[in-house]
T-cell receptor
Framework: AQTVTQSQPEMSVQEAETVTLSCTYDTSENNYYLFWYKQPPSRQMILVIRQEAYKQQNATENRFSVNFQKAAKSFSLKISDSQLGDTAMYFCAFMKIRQETSGSRLTFGEGTQLTVNP | DAGVTQSPTHLIKTRGQQVTLRCSPKSGHDTVSWYQQALGQGPQFIFQYYEEEERQRGNFPDRFSGHQFPNYSSELNVNALLLGDSALYLC????????????FGAGTRLSVL
């Protein structure tokens, strides 16, 4: 079974600054995906970024980038130029790659509440 | 293009009752997954439906059951409600070119009194 651990229950950052959220995971799988989702007060889970384990290059999406360390089973999210709208709960999630056409399940961490202060 | 829609938004039930939650997937998606999110915690996988069959199941009792219809929409049923079933229930859909990205609805907040 896979486990995902987020050791920072809460974090805060000043607007326009950079913040890094941590995530570690445990798995015996070799092929998998890692995700960061954000959940604002509206409750809807929104995909931020995805990393394929077989890719060495770290994924980036505009102001969001990851530091993926496969050997250390670490997957951190860096948010640059933080904006007030980034305030949300952030979840790290793991997905084993399945060959079946229906895809697989997500295993989530406990989340990190990020507050961006003006 | 409508995203994932869930109904109802909020629901209040009493212990022992039964509840049905509904989900319509994003256009072009054929797979629906259900998650339970207790207050202050990460979502926990309940089960996944594809081609009208339950394909995967998490560690939830048989009181939790589901269904998928030919139009890919889905229902989550919970029987004999317990206080501990109070949570946000999230539906996620996937499919098309990239079946490994799940898109979520805004959830149904269930309160059991």
């Amino acid at each position: 079974a896979q486990t995902v651990t987020q050791s920072q229950p809460e974090m805060s950052v000043q607007e326009a600054e950079t913040v890094t959220l941590s995530c570690t995971y445990d798995t015996s799988e070799n092929n998998y995906y890692l995700f960061w989702y954000k959940q604002p007060p509206s409750r809807q889970m929104i995909l931020v970024i995805r990393q394929e384990a077989y890719k060495q290059q770290n994924a980036t999406e505009n102001r969001f980038s990851v530091n993926f360390q496969k050997a250390a089973k670490s997957f951190s999210l860096k948010i640059s130029d933080s904006q007030l709208g980034d305030t949300a709960m952030y979840f790290c999630a793991f997905m084993k790659i399945r060959q079946e056409t229906s895809g697989s399940r997500l295993t989530f961490g406990e989340g990190t509440q990020l507050t961006v202060n003006p | 293009d409508a995203g994932v829609t869930q109904s109802p938004t909020h629901l209040i039930k009493t212990r022992g009752q039964q509840v049905t939650l509904r989900c319509s997937p994003k256009s072009g998606h054929d797979t629906v997954s259900w998650y339970q999110q207790a207050l202050g915690q990460g979502p926990q996988f309940i089960f996944q439906y594809y081609e009208e069959e339950e394909r995967q199941r998490g560690n939830f009792p048989d009181r939790f059951s589901g269904h998928q219809f030919p139009n890919y929409s889905s229902e989550l049923n919970v029987n004999a409600l317990l206080l501990g079933d109070s949570a946000l229930y999230l539906c996620a859909s996937s499919g098309g070119r990239d079946k490994n990205i799940q898109y979520f609805g805004a959830g149904t907040r269930l309160s059991v009194l």
